[in-house]
């Protein structure tokens, strides 16, 4: 006979919240869908004429500096523009009622923050658009939380119409996935009158004043922060997880979607709060005793959360 499936019952997940002790909120893209952010995820994720999943990576950075650049400021900008949603506030103001929660964010734009969710609570997996840190790893500088706009004149952009983008030929993605992991070695394969930005007209890092500054997100081909992934690992193995929440994503990337399955072997019942109820990715499998709502996180979210006191 087939298990009975998940239940919609918001008071019963009231309940069970209430009762928890230790709870996990694995979030998405959905999480910030009502902020009205492009994700720019997936193939065939097109910045103007450039596949932005190439030009998140280390070789991209090292070829042409100045063009990447301005694809994250002009993300930063958009971010910036945005407002965080009532289920960006919900999850932090769960997180300052309970010691116990913790939210592993697979979200860069910023949102999060900005809803002053305390930042002992909030493990951004894949970094921040905010954060700033030196290319070359062996100088280690990092800024946090820089909403600066721009982050250095020499990247203003506020249209994805920027003349710059004219001269910008297309980057190609190398066949060395480890080449650009260096950092420390900026070799390029463009000379510097080809690169959008001249290099001397970027920000360079403040602390060894010879690596250029980058943007402080995980890229393809890099490892996801070492310490965040040691702090969430620390403490998921410090006792039973009651709850974790799935919001805003199909989990499943992994290593991020692996969470679920971690966090269920400790006990944990598993809540779902998507758009899409049939893709659940490693959240596939809902029993009688998990939860699924259907909707816009920026309205399930709250409305589940609302009677925590």
Known sequence: MASQGPSS?????????????????????????????????????????????????????AE????????????RHKALQAEPNPAHYALAELARRMPEFWCLSQNVDGLSTRAAH??????????????????NERCGYIERDNFNDPVHPSLAITSEEDPRMDAAG???????????????????????????????QLPHCPS????????????????LPVNTISEISNFIARGPIDLIMVIGTTATVYPAAGYVDVARRKGAKVAVFNVDGADLGSAT??????????????????SALKEMK
């Open 208 to 223: 060894c004043r010879t690596g250029l500054l980058r943007p402080g997100v995980v890229w393809f081909g890099e490892a």
């Open 285 to 302: 499998g809902l029993g009688k005793e998990d939860f699924l709502f259907v909707g816009d996180a920026a309205e399930t979210l709250p």
């Open 64 to 75: 042409d500096p100045g063009l990447v650049w301005l694809f994250y400021s002009y993300r």
């Open 118 to 135: 305390p930042s002992a609570q909030l493990k951004l997996l894949h970094g921040s658009l905010f954060d700033i840190k030196c290319f």
């Open 9 to 61: 019952d918001i008071e019963a997940f009231r309940t069970l919240l209430k009762g928890s002790k230790r709870v996990l909120a694995l979030c998405g893209a959905g999480l910030s869908a009502s902020s009205g952010l492009s994700t720019f995820r997936g193939a065939g994720g097109m910045w103007r004429n450039h596949d932005a999943t190439v030009l998140a990576t280390p070789e991209a950075f």
């Open 170 to 200: 297309t980057t190609n993605e190398t066949s060395d996935s480890s080449a650009g992991a260096q950092n420390g070695r900026n070799s390029s394969k463009r000379s510097s009158t080809d690169q959008t930005i001249p290099t001397s």
